[in-house]
């Protein structure tokens, strides 16, 4: 039999979820996760990650003890996993690193009901959000998130008008832009395709390679899926990249599928787009990549020392 | 001179004083006739093969002896004797000597022989009064040692699973060794005789006492009969008056409506004697304010909410110091 391989270990390094939150004593301390956690007969709790409930009060107690956030969700909207989340955010410190910057600002699109990606960039580093969310039930739960965690300073929840633009609808009508641009975008785009049969059908994973997720899916039809899935989404944050060169730095965008990688890459190569590279997030059983492609000249090559030395894997 | 002798073969004359060397509470006693035939009669009783009386012995003789011989006692203190637990023996069996079992974790606390077709514990006679009580229901036993009474009870009254705890790693290990066994020695496979013994017996290792009050919020009812037998005073040294009332807390909570915890609490005079242990023990014991004769009326108060308490009985035939009472505390 093939030995599974936990790629926890391959958490990003500086990843405050690489060692195991101890359960019991976070339970003891929060009284909303002790609900959805199992005591055992020997005093340790446990968690059943196969349930929606579970998953939101975990997130939620982790964003409030090692970032000090308060989160609330819309009911039934995609619950965001925090290892994954970190892993990105992790890997754009790595990009940005080199530039050695004083202020930095960045794109989150599609941030969600959670507007979690702009709540961990700006309470953790600083960073100025610009947060682009169409769904308006998301929109006033992303603002009413952004004022609880006094942070309205640093993030910006704007409207989008039309779901089918990325950036056009901001650039064209914002009153100011930050003078020296946006220094990078973040998506997590719908990993599903709308128009497919079966859109959550395609099962990719070897099992005897890799063991299935111990999750539950959440979020809405509209969260995970759209017009020709992920791949058409992010040919258009790519097309409209494009139209934006100077206005950002780096465009990034995380693909759930693997088979979706080369794809995005062949069609980076056909636009001429040179300046490009991959990367893969790792939390227990499940592995996701971004893809970062940039008009200028600066090295989107993370230093080997400062990220998860399996990054470069083949 | 007659020496005690299990093999009953004949022993040369020459070789008598051989055999005397090799076991030698033989060599203290061999002068005591009347001992020596006492012991006879005890091996007589408690072997399986005891056919007709010892040919040295005559039938008067032997309801004498039983009328005079002392209640059963050894270093294990409630199974009944065998020949080699003799009263004879004026040292200690060794393994307990220097050891400090802060948690009543005493090794070979059942004897040593494992699996011992002849293990009676005495409470066994106390639970036996009561049969229905633990057939077809799941059971937990806090304090469950290396598991002989916990295995005993599980096979004599034909319970549903049970589940024994204890707070030391080694003596659990031990406890699912002797389960594995059993298994083994079943002949039978597991998928069929899955709900049947010894493949409903299982033994976990822990704490009973949690490391936080607020985790009782989540404890949930999964058992039908909880044991707790000679544990309380261990707690109790342990773990303060705090840890034990949680302690009680729990086993309500973990209890299903019509559950029942069966308790043989240690009496409060028998702490003293431990009370060096450890430093942690010596000021736990000071801080004591919560009695032993006040563990009835906690646990049928509000805070643990037992409905009733019935005196299930008390053991007989052992020394005064394991005379303790069992009690039955029900959850409506």
Known sequence: ?314 | MEVENNNNTIVPENKKEHFAYKRSASVEIEDNAEKIKRLKQNGLETSSAAQGADPHVTEGTNKKLAAQRPPAQSPKKRIQLDNKNVAGLDKKPKHNKHETFMFGNYRHYYGKRILDKDFHDIRLDVLATQPELFRGKQLLDIGCNSGHLSLEIAKKFEVKSLVGLDIDRFLTHEAQMAVNLLKRASNVSAANAAGRFPYNVKFVHGNYVLADDVLLEIERPQYDIILCLSVTKWIHLNFCDAGLKQAFRRMYLQLRPGGKLILEPQSFDTYKRRKKLTDNIRENYNAIHFKPEQFTAYLLSPEVGFASMELMGMPEHCKAGFKRPIQIFSKV
């Open chain 1, 1 to 314: 039999m093939v030995k599974h391989s936990n790629k926890k270990s391959a958490m990003h390094p500086r990843n405050v979820l690489r060692t195991a939150p101890d359960y019991t004593k976070l339970a003891i301390k929060h009284r909303d996760f002790r609900q959805v956690c199992e005591l055992e007969l020997n005093g340790r709790v446990s968690l059943n990650f196969r349930n929606e409930r579970t998953l939101r009060e975990l997130t939620k107690m982790l964003l409030l003890e090692y970032f000090g956030l308060h989160v609330e969700f819309a009911p039934g909207s995609l619950v965001p996993t925090l290892a994954l989340r970190l892993n990105y955010i992790l890997w754009l410190e790595d990009l940005l690193a080199p530039l050695k910057l004083d202020a930095v600002h960045g794109i989150d699109i599609g941030c969600g009901s959670s507007c979690i990606y702009s709540l961990l960039a700006a309470k953790k580093n600083q960073w100025h959000m610009l947060a682009l969310e169409s769904k308006q039930t998301n929109i006033e739960y992303a603002r009413e998130n952004v004022k609880r965690n006094n942070l309205e300073h640093l993030v910006e929840v704007y409207a989008q008008p039309d779901k089918n633009n990325i950036f056009k609808s901001y650039f064209e009508t914002a009153s100011r832009l930050p003078k020296e641009g946006f220094h990078f975008c973040l998506c997590n785009p719908p990993f599903f395709d709308s128009n497919a049969e079966n859109p959550f059908g395609g099962n990719t994973r070897n099992p005897q390679r890799r063991p299935a997720p111990n999750n539950v899916r959440t979020g809405s039809a509209e969260e995970l899926t759209c017009a020709g899935g992920e791949v058409q989404f992010v040919q258009r944050i790519v097309e409209e990249s494009e139209l934006h060169q100077e206005r950002v730095l780096i465009f990034t965008s995380m693909l759930g599928v693997k088979a979706n990688v080369p794809k995005i890459l062949d069609y980076l190569q056909k636009r001429q787009i040179s300046n490009v590279s991959t990367t893969e997030f790792h939390q227990g059983h499940t592995t996701r990549w971004a893809v970062a492609w940039s008009f200028q000249q600066l090295s989107l090559k993370v230093d080997a020392a400062l990220s998860s030395p399996d990054l470069y894997r083949t």
